[in-house]
């Protein structure tokens, strides 16, 4: 029986055969975010059919809601629950239209979060990661990788995530560690906008906001992964662009599925 849970990205279900994610649901209990929903729901409607026809039984996370629930509950979510859902044959060939609620929660998600966002981490490049000095910083923008790869692996430690997080004042009493979900959604703000820094430093303008959608959306499936331990994504490890290398950096133990 499945158990394991595994967050699967709308790239890597795009890509892999049916009989490639039949197999994956039969060890794995099958999770996507919000963002999956959003982009497959947003996209042309062969992409969506070729993302969705085939996709297993799934539960879906809010990750904004998950985080609410440490921040009132003051204990780190440890279990996230599983509730069964399928997409539906009128939603993968786009045969019916999305309801007031629908897409009164599309809009929600677009202002709510993605634009808090956007924002965020055009900020993070004009004034730099919290936690990193001067000299720091220069080795994100001018190091070699090795040395951009030092920095961000800073962030597999506990004690730089609790300065951290006592610098933005996160409202949890509980010193963070790696079963908080707010611990993995700091180490996933702080090294994309590392990331970020390192590749549009001096070109601003180059940052778009389709371009910050991309990497907000694959912010998600980055956090949910390392909380759960399983990952699902066609990103490479090898550029530090890539969802696939800011796991393996942030979390080297943990399960990267690729193919």
């Known amino acids: 029986m499945a158990h394991r849970p595994l967050v699967i990205d709308k790239s890597y279900a795009h890509k892999v055969s049916a009989a490639r994610l039949a197999a994956?649901?039969?060890?794995?209990?099958?999770?996507?975010?919000?963002?999956?929903?959003?982009?497959?729901?947003?996209?042309?409607?062969?992409?969506?059919?070729?993302?969705?026809?085939?996709f297993p039984e799934f539960d879906m996370l809010h990750l904004p809601t998950?985080?609410?629930?440490?921040?009132?509950?003051?204990?780190?979510?440890?279990?996230?629950?599983?509730?069964?859902?399928?997409?539906?044959?009128?939603?993968i060939d786009g045969s019916r239209y999305f309801s007031e609620t629908e897409n009164a929660a599309f809009t929600d998600y677009e202002t709510d979060h993605l634009a808090e966002r956007i924002k965020f981490f055009r900020e993070v490049v004009h004034t730099g990661v919290i936690g990193y000095s001067g000299a720091?910083?220069?080795?994100?923008?001018?190091?070699?990788?090795e040395e951009f790869t030092a920095v961000c692996r800073r962030l597999r430690?506990?004690?730089?995530?609790?300065?951290?997080?006592?610098?933005?004042?996160?409202?949890?009493?509980?010193?963070?560690?790696?079963?908080?979900?707010?611990?993995?959604?700091i180490q996933g703000l702080a090294i994309y906008g590392l990331a970020l820094i390192r590749s549009y430093?001096?070109?601003?303008?180059?940052?778009?906001?389709?371009?910050?959608?991309?990497?907000?959306?694959?912010?998600?499936?980055?956090?949910?992964?390392?909380?759960?331990?399983?990952?699902?994504t066609d990103e490479s490890e090898l550029k530090y662009q890539k969802m696939g290398w800011k796991f393996r950096v942030l979390a080297p133990d943990r399960i990267l599925i690729k193919y």
């Open 66 to 91: 998950l985080l609410r629930k440490e921040t009132s509950s003051g204990k780190p979510l440890v279990e996230i629950g599983y509730t069964a859902h399928h997409f539906d044959d009128s939603f």
């Open 136 to 145: 720091d910083m220069r080795k994100v923008v001018q190091g070699t990788l």
């Open 201 to 232: 430093h001096g070109q601003i303008e180059m940052l778009t906001d389709e371009l910050l959608k991309d990497e907000i959306h694959d912010l998600e499936y980055l956090v949910l992964g390392l909380h759960v331990g399983n990952l699902a």
């Open 24 to 54: 994956l649901s039969k060890d794995y209990l099958i999770l996507i975010p919000s963002a999956f929903f959003y982009e497959v729901a947003k996209t042309e409607l062969s992409k969506r059919w070729k993302a969705t026809k085939s």
């Open 157 to 185: 430690d506990e004690d730089q995530i609790r300065k951290m997080c006592e610098t933005i004042k996160l409202p949890i009493s509980q010193p963070l560690d790696k079963h908080w979900l707010h611990y993995r959604y």
